[in-house]
């Protein structure tokens, strides 16, 4: 009898938590890795380019370059976050092929880098440090760690820096999570003061806003956003946010035009409806799990075509979390009087056409001032140079 009491009870008590996650109608999560191809540069014939506009290979086998960075006199910096390095490529005759690579640092886990007046800064997930540069391009040895002890970094460790027109210094702090409460500095990009490395609170409710640049004539900030895994094949999606000091963006409870998750619970005190109108909307949606990574604006030089100047660059690494595979694919943010208004493909065919295999993940992405592009893949260790074509 007692047996039977005890199934009985087991019984209901599973039916009952049944109940309580279907009412809560939670998507099941979906998991699919398309499978790397090894790059062999025949594949560059497969990459697809605006017409004007030509690709080719810059460098091969780095292992897994991410953030890239311009230089001077044919300079790009790379980050190799799981070799604990940064790469210096050189460009020494002009042809947008490096001939020269050297490791100019060692720093484990380095991922964001910037220049600014001489120096070198770069962050792992646990500090900032800078390294006064040489005029050959390389760093004097012993770097100054200027922050350390920087929020757990969790499911996000790869923080991104950069100097804004207002001279301050801003980084990228990643949730700890998918979908939870977390401490007030995570899920955010905060600005510190040059002087005195004291760190603020600059934008929050941003799930993961790795790639962050200012547009070059209205010196506005804009990023794009990583929506929330595992809450179905298109929700929610990814963002273009036009950043503001104080800008509420809505994770975890509110995605793109101010639309309140319906899986999550209300924020205490408030309705989820309420909170909604407190926060800033995405200015563009695009479609969910490409996961947007680095975000760089053309400059308006005269080596960029008028059409393409003030509008950005997107690198989407990819989903894992889709049935069928999107992103694996670099895409023109298009920007009219300053604002955000559309997009288009720039640099795809990464991504097979049986959606199921690919031969390269755009990570970091740089534009020098002569027009030319550079893209990371850290799949197949390959950056790639795009460039007009007269």
């Given at each position: ?9 087991l019984f209901m008590f599973i039916l009952s938590y049944r109940n309580i996650f279907a009412q809560k109608d939670i998507p099941s999560s979906v998991v699919n890795h398309p499978k790397t191809i090894p790059f062999q540069s025949s594949f560059v014939t497969q990459l697809k380019v605006p017409d004007g506009w030509k690709i080719t290979i810059a460098a091969m086998d780095l292992g897994k ?72 391009g390389t760093l004097e040895k012993n770097g100054h760690t200027l922050i350390s002890g920087l929020p757990d970094a969790g499911q996000h460790p790869n923080r991104t820096i950069d100097f804004g027109p207002d001279g301050m210094l801003y980084m990228s702090i990643g949730s700890t999570c998918n979908d939870c409460k977390e401490n007030a500095e995570m899920a955010t990009i905060e600005q ?199």
């Amino acid at each position: 009898m007692h047996s039977l009491i005890r199934k009985l009870f087991l019984f209901m008590f599973i039916l009952s938590y049944r109940n309580i996650f279907a009412q809560k109608d939670i998507p099941s999560s979906v998991v699919n890795h398309p499978k790397t191809i090894p790059f062999q540069s025949s594949f560059v014939t497969q990459l697809k380019v605006p017409d004007g506009w030509k690709i080719t290979i810059a460098a091969m086998d780095l292992g897994k370059p991410r953030m890239l960075y311009s230089g001077s006199k044919g300079i790009i910096y790379a980050t190799r976050r799981d070799a604990g390095n940064v790469l210096m490529l050189k460009d020494k005759n002009g042809d947008n092929k490096f001939d020269e690579m050297v490791i100019v640092t060692n720093f484990k886990g380095v991922h964001g880098i910037t220049i600014k007046d001489g120096w070198m800064y770069l962050c792992n997930s646990d500090e900032l440090r800078r390294y006064k540069m040489k005029a050959d391009g390389t760093l004097e040895k012993n770097g100054h760690t200027l922050i350390s002890g920087l929020p757990d970094a969790g499911q996000h460790p790869n923080r991104t820096i950069d100097f804004g027109p207002d001279g301050m210094l801003y980084m990228s702090i990643g949730s700890t999570c998918n979908d939870c409460k977390e401490n007030a500095e995570m899920a955010t990009i905060e600005q510190i003061d040059p002087k005195t490395w004291k760190r603020t609170i600059f934008a929050s409710g941003l799930r993961n806003t790795i790639g962050f640049d200012w547009h070059p004539a209205t010196h506005e900030m804009w990023g794009c956003d990583n929506g929330g895994d595992g809450k179905g094949e298109d929700f929610p999606p990814e963002e273009v946010n036009h950043l503001v000091k104080n800008g509420n963006y809505g994770f975890p409870y509110v995605y793109g035009k101010r639309v309140p998750d319906e899986n999550h619970e209300a924020p205490t005190g408030d309705t989820k409806e309420n909170y909604a109108k407190k926060t800033e909307p995405s200015v563009l949606e695009l479609q969910a799990h490409m996961a947007p990574i680095a975000f760089r604006f053309f400059p308006k030089t005269a080596s960029v075509p008028a059409s393409y100047a003030g509008d950005g660059l997107v690198c989407f690494h990819g989903s894992w979390n889709r049935s069928v595979a999107v992103g694996y694919k670099v895409v023109r943010i298009k920007f009219e009087n300053g604002v955000a208004t559309g997009y288009e493909d720039f640099l795809s065919g990464f991504l097979m056409t049986d959606k199921k295999t690919q031969f390269g993940r755009p990570a970091g992405i740089t534009i020098t001032p002569q027009g030319v592009v550079y893209i990371s893949d850290d799949t197949n260790g390959v950056i790639y140079a795009v460039r007009k074509v007269k």
